[in-house]
């Protein structure tokens, strides 16, 4: 699944550099939960604040609509059941792999110049190992 991010927030934690900040803690707690109905992410939301259920079971639409969720209804009741359609470390990989290309499209001197004075010894041998198990 090809994931498309319009606004990246460098300055922003984990899920929240690509998504807003409802989507990114409702993937958070599906991920954590699924299947989850909006009522569990609504009431597992509303521990750390006041939320509507109505705005969460809006914005799961929405994240269904993306393409991020799937959406299924329960059987004999009018509840939905929501699952990931990416799991979050795939998540993670494809926030990673936008940003970068990005970059490396424009940047790309810059890009390898920064990385190379940013990452330790170590580092740049699991990189060299990476490259190994590639090739």
Not at 45 to 59: C, K
Not at 62 to 69: E, F, I, N, S, V
Not at 82 to 98: A, G, L, P, R
């Amino acid at each position: 699944m090809k994931l498309i991010f319009s606004d990246f927030k460098p300055f922003q934690r984990g899920t929240k550099k690509v998504l807003g900040e409802l989507e990114a803690d409702i993937l958070d707690v599906i991920w954590d939960s699924e299947p989850v109905t909006v009522r569990e992410v609504c009431d597992k939301l509303n521990r750390n604040r006041n939320i509507a259920y109505t705005t969460v079971m809006t914005v799961m639409g929405r994240l269904a609509k993306k393409g991020y969720l799937e959406k299924n209804k329960c059987e004999n009741t009018a509840a939905y059941i929501y699952n990931s359609v990416i799991t979050k470390d795939e998540f993670q990989k494809s926030i990673v792999s936008s940003v970068i290309k990005g970059l490396m499209e424009d940047y790309k001197d810059q890009v390898l110049s920064h990385f190379a004075s940013e990452v330790s010894k170590d580092e740049l041998d699991k990189i060299e190992q990476l490259v190994k198990d590639e090739v």
